[in-house]
């Protein structure tokens, strides 16, 4: 059971503009919220993370919108870079060791 | 600073055969420990995950199992491997208490059974 959803597999955005990656979840007892990038043939690296107290974060050109009503949450790059061209996972944590994850979204940033 | 170790990067078996990857994380102390297998155009799915050495949960039915001999070493194993078994493997550590449910992850290990 798929209980966190990336319904887009893939968003192609020039450089300079924003970028806005989409995650839907079901269970309503998620605490945390998390988003990944991932490079082909390495691990995924930690980019932002939301309580679900919060309904925004910030950090640097990243920023995680929370709408716990909707369960659904947002990744926003701006401004979006070449090297922000990867795979990004959602993932969401019921506040115990174990994360679900999304399928993931494929960005490509064009020059 | 902290850093995860995992080895091999890449990994050709025959079915039938044996497996063990290691993970090994640096910097840190009693860290949980996960492992995870990415299958071709999924997400990430938890396998086992483990609080102290000795102290393993599995997640799923599978033909794997691990161990966590020492605090900051975890191993995933099969003592036959099967077609579906091949897959990216990443391991996983996170901060005991806190922010616990960030996990910070391993380069993988790309596994292919033939």
């Known amino acids: 059971d798929q209980q966190v959803k990336q319904n887009s597999p893939s968003l192609s955005v020039q450089e300079g503009r924003i970028s806005i990656l989409n995650c839907d979840y079901t269970?309503?007892?998620?605490?945390?919220f998390l988003w990944y990038k991932k490079y082909p043939a390495e691990g995924p690296t930690f980019l932002i993370s939301?309580?679900?107290?919060?309904d925004k974060n910030e950090d640097g050109r990243f920023t995680v919108f929370l709408n716990k009503s909707a369960k659904h949450l947002s990744l926003h790059i701006v401004p979006s870079q070449p090297g922000d061209s990867a795979v990004y996972f959602c993932?969401?944590?019921?506040?115990?060791?174990?994360?679900?994850f999304g399928a993931g979204t494929t960005v490509t940033v064009r020059a | 600073s902290q850093t995860i170790h995992q080895w091999p990067a890449t990994l050709v078996q025959p079915v039938g055969s044996p497996l063990s990857l290691e993970c090994t994380v640096e910097?840190?102390?009693?860290?949980?420990l996960y492992w995870y297998r990415q299958a071709a155009g999924r997400g990430l799915q938890l396998l086992f995950y483990?609080?102290?050495?000795?102290?393993i949960s599995s997640e799923v039915p599978q033909n794997l199992s691990a161990s966590r001999p020492q605090d900051r070493q975890f191993i995933l194993s099969s003592k036959k491997l099967l077609l579906s078994d091949s897959g990216f493997y990443l391991c996983?550590?996170?901060?005991?208490?806190?922010?616990?449910?960030?996990?910070?992850f391993g380069p993988g290990t790309r596994l292919t059974v033939t």
């Open positions: 996983a550590w996170s901060v005991p208490s806190g922010r616990f449910y960030e996990q910070y």
């Open positions: 269970n309503s007892m998620f605490d945390y």
């Open positions: 939301i309580s679900s107290i919060k």
């Open positions: 993932a969401a944590s019921r506040n115990d060791y174990k994360l679900s």
């Open positions: 910097g840190t102390s009693n860290p949980n």
């Open positions: 483990s609080v102290g050495i000795g102290q």
